[in-house]
């Protein structure tokens, strides 16, 4: 398909040379626009080549072929990557000075801003009614990763990888050359999440499972591979939210734009989630946080003959209740406006009672606003790629049964649910 990658002038413009060869390599038709400025990082000689198609930055060349028109009417994406603060200021207002921003005002295609910049200049409120504006008007905007930025200093800021920036691209193609191949699954109910659809919400997300240290070498654990809160967050980012995930021992790649915090115990996973919620809208606890952790820890391994009385005996570990740190959220919260807070729970039911009854107890019990119930055993969820879940809230007697599916689908109709829930907290508008 048609491809139109613009690269205004920032550092970050070395990667797009990157996804450009992501998309060539997929076969894509791809003219690179850069902006002038961004020549000064990457070379025009450097597009041209990976491209195979002569590059310009203004509209005085070729004008026999009206580029400035033809070039945006006949894309089937217009990707804009690294997009600077100048770039998004210059496209939220319609500026038309150089052959880039003709480009955004001809295309009718789907449009995706890859912002990337200084955190400052990114945090600034001029560059956020900017991009609020482009979002208003249906642009796709992926919110830059945290990390280093070009000098020592780190925060939000950094363009996402390549891949990254290509799985949008790439979703937004698919749905354009058909329409209905790539909604998420007939399991999924609702139209396809349009990425940018979370833009401005804040997310925190737990995944994976906690050990609770007996002595250096010893843990008591969970089977818990965090995948499924892995998807919420890479999903939840490409979405367009600012997510933070606390990883409990999960060894999964950190997925693109996400700020990765990685803990052990539940206790440190209690601090870590309280430090991050300061202004989240929305809390997804994923992870599977141990009950109980031994009251005591050794410092050195306990030894197989640990009582020399009697070498044969085995020792006995006492437990201690950990604090229901989702319980815990919920009552902090409070009647004042709190974080959306979703609870998972994970049932293997019984003979005497099934898994969405003993969901509708644990929903009571906790008190948070919407809880995924998935049936779990050796055999189901844990470790697999695919899922099966229902949503319950509190009040409604009304059961959303999602999957069975791969868990980025699952994982899109958590947020769906989360956007509402965040959507109906927001005080209301002045207006
Ligand atoms: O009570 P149960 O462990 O089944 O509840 C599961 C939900 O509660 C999950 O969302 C999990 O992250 C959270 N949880 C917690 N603190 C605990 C135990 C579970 O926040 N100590």
């Not at 005085?60 to 997009?83: F, I, K, S």
């Not at 940018?196 to 906690?210: C, E, S």
């Not at 293997?348 to 009854?357: N, P, Q, R």
Request: net charge negative; proline share 8%.
């Amino acid at each position: 398909m048609k491809v139109v990658l613009g690269v205004s002038g920032g550092i970050a413009a070395y990667k797009s040379a990157l996804l450009l060869r992501l998309f060539t390599e997929s076969g894509h038709d791809v003219t690179v626009v850069p902006t002038a400025a961004a020549l000064a990082f990457v070379g025009a000689p450097t597009w041209s080549a990976l491209s195979g198609k002569p590059v310009a930055t203004d509209v005085w060349t070729a004008v026999h072929e009206v580029p400035h028109v033809r070039l945006g009417q006949g894309a089937d994406l217009v990707v804009v990557a690294p997009a600077t603060a100048d770039l998004l200021a210059r496209a939220a207002a319609g500026l038309a000075d150089d052959l880039l921003t003709n480009v955004l005002l001809t295309a009718r295609c789907p449009v995706v801003f890859a912002p990337a910049m200084h955190t400052e200049m990114w945090e600034h409120p001029a560059t956020q009614a900017n991009v609020e504006t482009l979002v208003s008007r249906g642009a796709h905007v992926i919110p830059p990763a945290s990390g280093r930025l070009t000098g020592a200093d780190t925060g939000p800021g950094r363009l996402p990888e390549p891949e990254a920036i290509f799985a949008v691209c790439r979703h937004l193609l698919a749905q354009a050359a058909s329409p209905q191949a790539s909604s998420p699954q007939p399991a999924s109910p609702g139209p396809a999440p349009t990425p940018g659809d979370l833009v401005g919400t804040r997310i925190v997300v737990t995944a994976g499972g906690t050990r609770e240290p007996l002595d250096p070498v010893r843990f008591l654990g969970n089977r818990s591979s965090g995948k499924q809160g892995y998807a919420i967050a890479a999903r939840a980012a490409a979405r367009g939210a600012a997510v933070t995930l606390i990883a409990a021992n999960v060894a999964l790649p950190d997925p693109a734009g996400v700020t990765v915090h990685r803990v052990e115990s539940a206790l440190d996973l209690e601090r870590a989630t309280q430090a991050a919620i300061d202004e989240a809208d929305a809390v997804v606890m994923a992870a599977a946080v141990a009950d109980f952790r031994p009251a005591a820890y050794a410092s050195t391994k306990i030894k197989k003959t640990h009582d020399p009385a009697d070498p044969d005996a085995a020792p006995v570990i006492e437990l201690v209740r950990n604090p229901d740190i989702l319980a815990g959220l919920v009552r902090a919260g409070g009647s004042a406006r709190r974080p959306v807070i979703v609870g998972f729970a994970a049932e293997t039911g019984d003979a005497d009672t099934d898994v969405l009854t003993l969901g509708r107890e644990k929903l009571a019990r906790k008190g948070c606003d919407l809880l995924v119930v998935n049936e779990v055993g050796t055999d189901k969820t844990f470790g697999h790629d695919d899922n099966m879940v229902h949503l319950l809230r509190p009040g409604s007697e009304a059961v959303v049964d999602i999957g069975p599916a791969p868990k980025a689908v699952i994982a899109d109709a958590v947020l769906d649910a989360v956007r509402d829930l965040v959507d109906a907290s927001a005080p209301p508008s002045p207006l």
